[in-house]
Structures are given as structure tokens and as C-alpha cells.
């Protein structure tokens, strides 16, 4: 019908036999033309998140720290460190190998959240959403440890995990009558019993270790005495091991500086006057922004307006969202970036107090926050410029990471909402 004439018909067991050469032909011309028509370089996707022969991240390239974006590759070998970095011009993609990006893509460092508690998220969505690193500050003692990755290789689907295990409060203190009422504290009575627990907690193996001083909405809850803390203190640091204070009031931060805490969980939500700032510079403490889920409980500026203090007297400001608290979900969070640059640091600032500086802090490694040749890749690949808009964070297009490749799967919503 229509024209089209019907093949000659062949009898007998010639006639197929001739069939079945006549489709063998047919079929291995197919295929031939179907491999010359494929486009040389362009590989199917690896299985498993495998590396494959590698990959090459193409795109805005911004290497981290003080360094500037520029218009490049990223080349990332098959052992999942990086080969080639630098201009499109300088860096030729070998055949085989996958191109990911284009000329409105970024490629950077993956974020380190320095404040969460995976008690409350997902590692695993925190790795699909662009965080390589994160460190857990507070979690029942088998729970974290149970997470920690330490110095290997984090499982598939894991950023790195540094923890500190519980929280060491004064008997009855935060967060032992609220969120953390489930082995989220460890008591700490005086110098001689803060010793001992500090140095089990070392004996554990955890990454940093975190104290409480926080009087509760009431003022009612006990708190470490400074001798506790300079007890706590000089345990970890015997151990190696640096110590980190949950400290929002000025009473509170200036009772923590007294005890010679290495760092800041929090900005604090007290106005924090003159003086005690040009402490936190003067000791070099370092203080976790988390100003996102302040403002999500609707008290951030006076959080925001420390932070600017801070930053304006030196003092190193660095991400954390405090995952698990209000408004926090899994993932990078463009308006903590917002706000960090908000305070002074501009956006790219952010970025870098969100990768190079997060990565520095006590309890991390495995993670630089730069793309340097030669080392292991930690880097995304982002839908845009998050210099122009921080959003496109909520979705990165790939992460790749200890040697894997992560892509979210089809359809997968934001890791943030709008």
C-alpha cells in the first residue's frame, strides 16, 4: 500500500537463512553509523557515582580563598583529585571523559556547615545540597560517634562528619531540660570530674569539644563555673583537642572567654558592648554566624548587628546553620550567606567564610574549601552565579566529592524552600 513495494518473499530454509544475513547486515550498518554519529568526548553518565575515566566541570571557575572567578575547567581525574585547573584555553578535555557545566555554570568549593545537629537532618540531603563537610555539635554519645567519619573516606551518599559528642553543661543545664533532654548533655560538676569526662571524650575520638553556658528564657539554668570551663579547657587542649562554647548573652560570652573557650557556636543575641568584642579579637576567638535561624525565630537583628561588630573589630566569622533549629533544613542556605555578607563580608566574603575558613575550624578534615591541583575535589557545579543570586545554592547541578559524583535525582525539590 501507499505505494511502497513488498520485499520479494523467499521459501524454504535458503530463503531464511538469506533473512537472517540480510538483517545481520542491516543491523551492524545501524551501528556503525550510530557510533561515528556520536560526538567524540561525550560519555554516558558513570553508574554508582563512579568518576568513570573522569570528569571536567566547565564554567565560571572560582578556586576559593582570595582568588577570582574566571571563565575555566576544572578536570578531575578517575582517582578523584584534580588534574587540570585553569582557563578553557589551557585546559584540553581528553576524549572519553564527561563535560558537566557550560559557560553559565559555576564551579566551586563545596560549602563546609561548621553548626549542625543530625539528630534533626539528613548527612546525606546536606550532600546533595552542596555541603562536602559538616560538623555536628551536640548528638548522644553512640549517635555521634556512630556518624563520624574521622580521618576516612566518608561512605557514599556522606559529606566529611567531625563531632563533639554531648554537650557538657553543669548538672541540670542546657540542653538537658529542653531539646537535648535524650542524651544530648553531659554533666560536668566541678574541675576534677570536667577532667575525666573531657578526656573520655578524647578517648572516643571526638573532633571538638562543646560546653554550655546558657541561663535558659527564665535565667534559672546552672551553668558551668569558670573553673569548670578552665578545667574543660585545659583537658581538651591536652588531648589536642579545641573547645567550643554555646554563649549568646554578654554575661555568658564574657564567663566563656574567662574559661579560655577556643570559639562560638553562635553569634550572641545580647548586644555585645565594645569591649567585650575587642576581647573575642584580642584571644582570636572564632565565632559560627548561624543568623539565618535567629531571624527565623524573629530575633536576628540584634544578632546581625553583633556580627557586623565582630567583623568590623577582626574577629573570623564562618558559616553554620545550626541544623535542626528553626527555619534550618539539609543543604546550603543562600540567606545565611546573605546575611554573613550582610555583616560586612560582601558575597564573595561570604563564600570564602563558607568554604576556606569553615574548612579551618576546630574538628574538620579532609576539607580545604579551595580547589587545588593535585588534591582531592570537593566542588560543585551550581545552575548560575551565586555572586549575582545566592538561590541557585538550593539546587546544586552535581557535587563531586571523595571521589564520587552526586547528582540530584529527577524531579528532586530544592534542598531549601523560597
Known sequence: MGGVPDPPRLAGPAAAAGRWRALGRTTGIAIAAMRASRPRGVTRPAPGGELGRGVALRGTVWAGGDSRPYDGVVLVGADGRIARIGPTWAVPIPVGVRVIGAFHTWVGPG????????AFGSAGQALRGGVVGVRDLGAPRVDALRRRTGHRRPPPGSPYVGVAGPILTAPGGYPSRSWGAAGFASFVSNPGHARIVVRGLAGDGVDVVKVAVERGPEGGWPVPSTAVLRAVVEAAHGAGLKVVAHALSVEAVGRALDGGVDELAHTPTERLPEPLVDRLAA?????VSTLQTFFSGGGGRVAAAN??????????LVYGTDLGNAGTRPGVDPRELDRLADAGLGRLGALRAATERSARVAGVRLRTGRLELGQPAAAVVLNGDPLVEPGVWRRPRVVVCDGRLVEPPEGQ???LGG
Open 111 to 118: 560549602i563546609v556547615d561548621a553548626h549542625v545537629h543530625l
Open 283 to 287: 584571644a582570636g576567638v572564632v565565632v
Open 307 to 316: 556580627a557586623v561588630a565582630l567583623h568590623r573589630a577582626g574577629v573570623p
Open 413 to 415: 525539590p530544592d534542598t
